[in-house]
């Protein structure tokens, strides 16, 4: 149980800056602090640090990057931050939508060359929600690689990382400051450390089943995609401590997780063309609107699931990632040279099946929006041989939590900010407003590493 402490003595080993989670936000916040001649700590309950980051597709959304130039991109943080107050209804709060992407981009640039992280720019398909071609990745394309190179980057730069060390309660000064951190073993001993400031970054509450319950209810039963660590620790002590919250509904899902494989299937097989059908051959949403929103949609189907249908060309597009490739070695991926043989191994009715690839091959050739509200204009016609993959909805993260300031400060209830406590990543209230259909693709990466970088630079 995470809970709050009032000491009267100094923990015998002090550190400048204190982290509690090394994902993506603490490590980046780790990297940035050290560079500013502080000592640096960061605390990982896991024995390795991995993560929400490790299960992500590792890709950060940036506008304005070399990387985009190099291509004759023309984009901007301002336009960036035009695609996410519109993806969520304008909820955000606009100054940290500012904050977040104008700092996105510079960071990334940093960490490219300070720590050599090889980005590049998925160049062959737009997500969802996005005006321009901003996402960034490593080579793989996985979240895996992305954590890896930022905790070697790390080890290179003499930042510790403390693991299987599991922060359960924040100490506290007889004036109200965070003075340091009690964590537990796995042997059940217990520790402290002090530190002048703490950068919380232990994401969100996902993993909670009755936090889940409590804010987001239509996903209380879905697969949780994300990592099981994501209890909900930071929320619990900003609370305790007269904390601000916002947003605690919002949330990422993803209504393309392979099943029972449990393997993330890009969403460019829906984008460049392909659709969802359930056990009935039918389509049942518009897909295009995000897959983030598409996790409730699918979930609400007979048995919480659909197939995810597209052709040969779109998998060789996703096979860029290696979620994808992964899916293809496990068998999930489904081939047929017609639409009968696809119906069969799907074991769909073939003739509902044949009726819903007329109507998106009719809505493509005439460019229209169908009647779902989903536009063809400019998307290409499927083409044997068809590909399918049995999904189900799942919940990855959540994206409501403690508001911050400026320089990533958590702020109390009455506005004032609490100022040697920071949070960054799903631990503070990200960018996505009240529920699944605020998330742009990428918003989770945006705010650990932007946030991260603006927490490990404050003053």
Not at 38 to 52: F, H, I, T, W, Y
Not at 257 to 272: D, F, K, Q, Y
Not at 290 to 309: F, H
Not at 408 to 429: H, K, M, P, Q, S
């Amino acid at each position: 149980m995470s809970s709050i402490e009032t000491i009267d003595r100094v923990p015998e080993v002090q550190v400048d800056c204190l982290i509690i989670g090394a994902g993506a936000a603490g490590l980046v916040a780790a990297l940035s602090a050290i560079e500013t001649g502080k000592s640096v700590l960061v605390l990982e309950r896991d024995a390795v640090p991995q993560g929400s980051t490790a299960l992500s597709a590792g890709l950060i959304p940036a506008a304005g990057t070399r990387w985009q130039a190099a291509l004759g991109i023309n984009d901007s943080p301002g336009l960036f931050a035009a695609d996410i107050m519109r993806k969520a209804h304008d909820e955000p709060d606009a100054a940290l939508v500012k904050l977040v992407t104008t700092t996105i981009g510079p960071t990334l640039e940093w960490l490219a060359d300070r720590h050599q992280l090889p980005f590049s720019l998925v160049d062959n398909f737009t997500y969802p929600g996005h005006s321009a071609l901003r996402m960034h990745g490593l080579p793989s394309r996985a979240g895996r690689e992305l954590i890896d190179r930022l905790r070697s980057a790390a080890e290179i730069a003499g930042i510790d990382i403390l693991c299987e060390a599991h922060a359960t309660t924040l100490l506290l000064d007889r004036a109200n400051r965070v003075a340091g951190v009690r964590f537990t073993r796995p042997d059940g001993t217990t520790d402290e450390i002090g530190c002048r400031r703490l950068t919380l970054a232990c994401s969100g509450y996902g993993g909670n089943p009755t936090l889940v319950a409590q804010h987001i209810p239509e996903m209380a039963s879905a697969t949780y995609f994300g990592h099981v660590g994501n209890q909900g620790d930071a929320l619990t002590w900003g609370e305790q401590l007269g904390a601000a919250t916002r947003h605690l509904g919002g949330h990422q899902g993803h209504g393309s997780v392979a099943h029972p494989a449990g393997i993330l299937i890009s969403w460019a097989t829906i984008t460049e063309g392909g659709f969802q059908v359930n056990a009935r051959g039918e389509r049942f949403s518009n897909e295009a609107s995000g897959y983030s929103e598409q996790a409730a949609n699918v979930l609400a189907q007979p048995d919480g699931i659909a197939w995810t249908i597209f052709d040969a060309r779109i998998a060789g597009i996703a096979a860029q990632f290696e979620d994808f490739r992964n899916a293809v070695a496990h068998g999930a991926v489904l081939e047929a040279e017609d639409i009968a043989g696809l119906a069969a191994a799907l074991r769909v009715p073939v003739e509902a099946l044949a009726a819903t690839f007329a109507d998106l091959a009719a809505a493509k050739s005439e460019q229209r929006t169908d009647r779902l509200g989903r536009s063809f204009a400019g998307v290409p016609q499927l083409v044997p041989p068809y590909c399918a993959v049995r999904v189900t909805g799942a919940l990855f993260h959540t994206q409501g939590g403690l508001v911050i300031g400026d320089h990533a400060r958590v702020l109390r209830t009455d506005g004032t900010a609490i100022d040697n406590l920071f949070a960054a990543g799903g631990a503070a209230c990200g960018v996505s407003g009240a529920d699944a259909s605020g998330y742009l693709s990428g918003n989770g990466l945006l705010t650990a590493v932007a946030l991260g970088r603006v927490a490990g630079l404050a003053r």
